[in-house]
């Protein structure tokens, strides 16, 4: 089965640094999603990257999927309170978003004033 | 984008209890939902696909008799806990692709927290 690896698990950072989040997969992704979350509440979705080398950007946010389609990272500029929360990627089980989403252990981001 | 929809957003409930949580797209139809659970601060878990018309289909550990999954029609498929345990509680939520997109994206609902005492 596939499995998707965060990294790191927990980050706090400075408001007004940048900082980078990793998902890493164990198969060839076929759809990467990012989503933020707040302990016990639904899930913002942030981007979906499906091609190799694709980046996508909303705001201060750019996720990029690498051209292998086994690593993704999201990455924050010039970060503001409001990022503050879990980071969660989820991968396709297969194309199509037909089997549901496997999700990777999330990343706990935490900006410092 | 679409919308999903839960309700109850949250509920607590006697052990040995069923309770059933609703999820609805609103404003697209839903052949395929998908239910997750999350324990506190773990990851979502896909628990099982609720497929409109037919029976869902369960992911390896959980429990089909306790999780009752019923797809009754394109826009809703609900889910029972039923003889509920202080184990069960946990914050399930509801996703489904917009097939109209075409893009495989999927959308959530806003999540259902149980507690069972």
């Known amino acids: 089965s596939q499995e998707l690896e965060q990294s790191p698990q927990s980050l706090i950072v400075q408001e007004g640094k940048n900082l980078t989040i990793n998902c890493t997969s164990s198969?060839?992704?076929?759809?990467l999603y990012w989503y933020k979350q707040k302990y016990g509440e639904g899930l913002i979705f942030l981007m979906m990257?499906?091609?190799?080398?694709e980046e996508k950007s909303h705001e201060k946010i750019t996720a990029k999927l690498d051209e292998k389609k086994q690593q993704s990272s999201l990455h924050i500029t010039a970060s503001q309170p409001s990022h503050a929360g879990i980071y969660l990627c989820g991968a396709d089980k297969a194309g199509g978003g037909a089997d549901g989403l496997t999700f990777g252990k999330g990343t706990h981001l935490i900006i410092q004033p | 984008g679409a919308v999903v929809s839960q309700h109850p957003s949250r509920v607590i409930c006697k052990s040995g209890t069923s309770v059933k949580i609703e999820c609805r797209s609103l404003?697209?139809?839903?052949?395929?939902m998908f239910w997750y659970r999350q324990f506190p601060k773990q990851s979502l878990m896909l628990m099982a696909t609720?497929?409109?018309?037919?029976?869902?289909?369960?992911e390896q550990g959980v429990e089909k008799d306790k999780f009752l999954i019923n797809h009754a029609s394109l826009t809703l498929s609900t889910l029972t806990v039923t003889s509920a345990h202080p184990e069960d509680s946990s914050f399930y939520i509801c996703?489904?692709?917009?097939?109209?997109?075409?893009?495989?994206?999927?959308?959530f609902g806003e999540g259902s927290r149980l507690t069972v005492l």
């Open positions: 609720s497929n409109e018309g037919s029976k869902a289909t369960y």
């Open positions: 404003d697209f139809q839903a052949t395929t």
């Open positions: 198969k060839t992704l076929y759809g």
């Open positions: 996703s489904a692709p917009d097939s109209r997109a075409n893009t495989g994206e999927l959308f």
């Open positions: 990257l499906q091609k190799g080398g």
